[in-house]
């Protein structure tokens, strides 16, 4: 067999004299090639380098561009929301004294007037005062009123 028929020999790994020799790296492996499907120059069977990684200790996670927009996001949200959330809850408390009296609403029943409606709606008022209400609020053309007619009645004063 003839010298040019085998493959150079690559040097080999040097010894760990130190502890920061000691850490795994990429080292090269002599492994046999792996078979080809056409018939080519090498035979088989010849040898030849490989990479190959060898375990490696796992590097420290690092904040993407895209994960410190996300993480900036998501703590502007949160804030934003604890911010809403205590507002709301300082407005909401003095919100509830200074409601204002929802209207109440009157449906004419048959044989019913305007007059008597007020009457009976606020008696220790003028009748005739608070009919007028009525009509403004209701924008009535006239003071007659029809069966089943909704009627919006003044705040009670």
């Known amino acids: 067999m003839s010298t040019t028929a085998l493959a150079p020999q690559l040097p080999l790994p040097r010894r760990a004299t130190s502890p920061r020799d000691l850490t795994p790296v990429l080292t090269t492996a002599l492994t046999p090639a792996p078979p080809r499907a056409c018939r080519g120059a090498r035979r088989r069977g010849t040898v030849r380098a490989h990479r190959t990684a060898a375990l490696r200790p796992a590097a420290p996670l690092r904040l993407t561009r895209r994960g410190r927009f996300l993480l900036t996001c998501t703590a502007a949200t ?7 959330a205590v507002t709301g809850a300082l407005t909401g408390a003095s919100a509830g004294a200074e409601r204002a009296p929802v209207p109440a609403v009157h449906t004419v029943l048959p044989g019913q007037t305007l007059s008597g409606i007020a009457a009976q709606w606020a008696p220790a008022q003028d009748w005739r005062e608070v009919a007028d209400e009525i009509v403004e609020l209701n924008a009535l053309p006239s003071m007659t009123v029809q069966a089943g007619q909704r009627l919006v009645l003044p705040a009670r004063g």
């Open 78 to 84: 949160a804030l934003t929301g604890a911010v809403l």
